[in-house]
C-alpha cells in the first residue's frame, strides 16, 4: 500500500520532556534562565534532574511538537528526527505514531559506539507558567542525511526545519540536502528560529541559510527576530526579513502575532486562555496551526488565527502536544 | 548520618504508568473491563501500547502512590520495590526520591537473566473519569525478601503491604516476612486489597493472612471486601472482616468511606471535586491520608477525612501522584 504523499514533513529534534514545576529560587539556585533553553551535557543533566521535583514525562521536540498539531489537525505529517533504542525512543517513536505522525527514522542502534541515549529536555515550570528548558539531545543531534528520505520530502508540500538542530554540523548538513530536495521538487520549506541563535556562529549560518533563498516560510519570536537581524525594533526587524523571505511569521506572546508578505502586513492578538499553566510548546502550536491553514489555502490572517488558537491550547495544560480536539477548536 | 526513623515504610509494585485517553469503544474493540485492572505478558502490552493514543508517563504503583501522598503529608515514608536498570526504573526512583520518600532498593543487575524491564500499566482514561489498568509487571513481580532492610521495618510505625503484589510467589514471601519482624518490633501492620483478589487462590492466602491476625488496618473498596468475604451486601462485609482485624477502612467512591474498629463505627461522604478528570489512584490517596492523620494520632473520623481530601486531590487531575501541595488541603 502507498502512503498518501504528506502535506507537511518536518526534521527536528527527537525528545522526550521531562516536566517538574519549581518556584522561583529554584531557578535562581541552579542559576538558571528564566524562559531560556541552554544545552547540559549528560552529567549536567543528571544532575539537575536529582534536584528537579517528581516530573511527567511528555514526548516533546520543537518541531516534532508542531508536527504532533500539524496531525491533530487533520492533516498529514511526517517527521524525521533521530532516537536510541531505548524506552524513551520507544515513548517518542510511539506518541509520534499513536497521533498519525509518520515517523520512519531507525533508532541509533545500540552500541554504535556513540552511546547516547534518547533526547530529554528537563523543563521547570515556574508559578507564572514560564518554562525554562534544559536540554540533553543526546541521539537526537546524531541525525544525519542517511536517514532522510528523499521522495518523502519531494511528496510533501512544505518541509519544515527546526532551528534547534541547526548547531550540529550533521544535522545541519541533512537539514541543507532537505531544503535542496525540496526547492527542486517545486515545494516549500519552513524554518522556525530558535534561542540558539545566541550561540556564536550560530546566526552567521541561519543568515546564510536565508540570504541563499532556501527559506520561504520564516517564524521566530520577536526576541530571536532581533538576534537574528540585530535590528533594535521589531518594526526594523520586520522590514529587514521580510525583504529575504516570501512570508515571515513573528510570534509576540500575549501580545499577538504579525505576519508580513510580499503584498501584506496582517496582525492578530492572541487568543484568550481562562489560565496559563505551560506555556512550553505555544510556538511550535503556533507554526503547526498557520502552516495546516497554509496548506489548507488560507488567507494569511486566517493562518494566523490558527495558529494562535492552536497555541492557546497548548498553553492551557502542562505538556506542549495538544490535549483538545484541535480539529473542533481550528476549524479547517 | 543516621536517617530519622520513618512513620511509614510501603512494599508495592515499583511501576511508571502509560496514560493515555480513550472512548468507550477502544475499550470494547480491545475488550478490556471499564475500571479493572488486568496483568499482561510483554507481548500483549506491546500490542496493546501500540494500538493506544499518544500517552504522559508518571509514576505509580499503588502503594508507591500511598507513599507519595505519606511524604507530601509531610511524613517520612519509605518504598520498597523492584526497578529494572533501565530509563524507566530511573524515573521511577527519582520521583520517588525527590518527594522525599526513601528508596534504597537497588535496581535488578543488567544481564540478571530475567531481561526483565521496569514495570509499566498501561492505563486508558474514559471521557467519565474511570481508569482501565493494564499492567505489565515486569521488574516489579521480582522483589525478593533480600532487599528488606530489617532496621527500616522495624523501626517505622506501621509497614504498608500492596494487594497486588501478593500474587507472585517471593513478593508474598518478602511481605510475609516483613509483617513478621514489624509485629515483633510491636508495630502495626497495614493491608490493602486490590482487584487481583479475584485471581483463584488469591483469595485464599489474603484470607489466611487476616486469620494470621498479621493485618492490624486493612483497607478495600466495596468490591474487594465483597471479594474477600464473599459476603452480599456490605454491612455483612463489614461485620464479617471486623471481627478479624482492629482496623477495617472501605472506600465507597462517590459514596464516601466508612472505618470500623472494636469500638467505633464512622462514615464519612466523599469530599467534593470540581470535575473528577481521572479517578486513577483515589484509593491509593485514600490509605495516604489516612494512615498519615493515624500516624499523627488523629481520631477515626479524623483519618477518614484526610483520606477523602487527598484522593480528591488525586482524581481531579491525571496521574496518580498528588500535584496539589496537600499539606495546604489536609491539616496535620
Not at 515513548?91 to 541515549?117: E, K, N
Not at 541543507?176 to 519552513?190: E, M, N, P, T, Y
Amino acid at each position: 500500500m502507498e502512503t498518501p504523499p504528506l502535506d507537511i514533513v518536518a526534521i527536528g529534534d527527537a525528545i522526550v520532556d521531562v516536566i517538574a514545576t519549581c518556584d522561583d529560587s529554584f531557578l535562581a539556585e541552579h542559576k538558571l534562565t528564566k524562559g531560556s533553553m541552554q544545552l547540559l551535557d549528560p552529567q549536567a543533566a543528571d544532575r539537575l534532574y536529582a534536584a528537579m521535583g517528581p516530573a511527567r514525562e511528555v514526548s516533546g521536540g520543537s518541531a516534532a511538537n508542531s508536527m504532533a498539531g500539524v496531525a491533530a489537525l487533520g492533516l498529514n505529517a511526517g517527521f524525521v528526527g533521530q532516537v536510541a533504542d531505548d524506552q524513551l525512543g520507544d515513548i517518542f517513536a510511539h506518541d509520534m505514531r499513536a497521533l498519525g505522525v509518520r515517523f520512519d527514522t531507525p533508532p541509533l542502534p545500540r552500541g554504535d559506539g556513540s552511546g547516547l541515549p534518547t533526547g530529554r529536555c528537563l523543563i521547570l515550570v515556574t508559578p507564572d507558567a514560564q518554562r525554562t528548558m534544559n536540554t540533553s539531545p543526546g541521539a537526537s543531534h546524531q541525525l544525519t542525511e542517511r536517514v532522510l528520505d528523499e521522495a518523502m520530502i519531494r511528496a510533501a508540500s512544505i518541509t519544515f526545519l527546526e532551528g534547534y538542530l541547526w548547531g550540529p554540523e550533521q544535522p545541519r548538513k541533512a537539514m541543507l540536502k532537505a531544503a535542496g530536495i525540496a526547492h527542486s521538487a517545486g515545494r516549500s520549506v519552513a524554518f522556525t528560529l530558535s534561542e540558539s541563535l545566541c550561540i556564536p556562529g550560530r546566526r552567521e549560518g541561519v543568515m546564510g541559510l536565508i540570504d541563499s533563498a532556501l527559506v520561504d516560510i520564516l517564524f521566530g519570536n520577536e526576541d530571536e527576530v532581533r538576534h537574528l537581524t540585530g535590528c533594535g525594533s521589531l518594526g526594523e526587524c520586520l522590514d529587514s526579513l521580510a525583504a529575504k523571505v516570501p512570508v515571515l511569521v513573528v510570534t509576540r506572546g500575549a501580545a499577538g502575532a504579525v505576519a508580513v508578505t510580499r503584498s501584506e502586513r496582517v496582525e492578530i492578538r492572541a487568543a484568550p486562555v481562562a489560565k496559563v499553566v505551560d506555556t512550553t510548546g505555544a510556538g511550535d502550536l503556533f507554526a503547526a496551526g498557520f502552516l495546516a491553514a497554509r496548506c489548507r489555502g488560507r488567507p494569511l490572517r486566517g493562518c494566523l488565527e490558527a495558529g494562535a488558537t492552536a497555541a492557546a491550547e497548548v498553553i492551557s495544560h502542562f505538556g506542549a502536544r495538544p490535549e483538545a480536539d484541535l480539529r473542533k477548536l481550528v476549524r479547517l
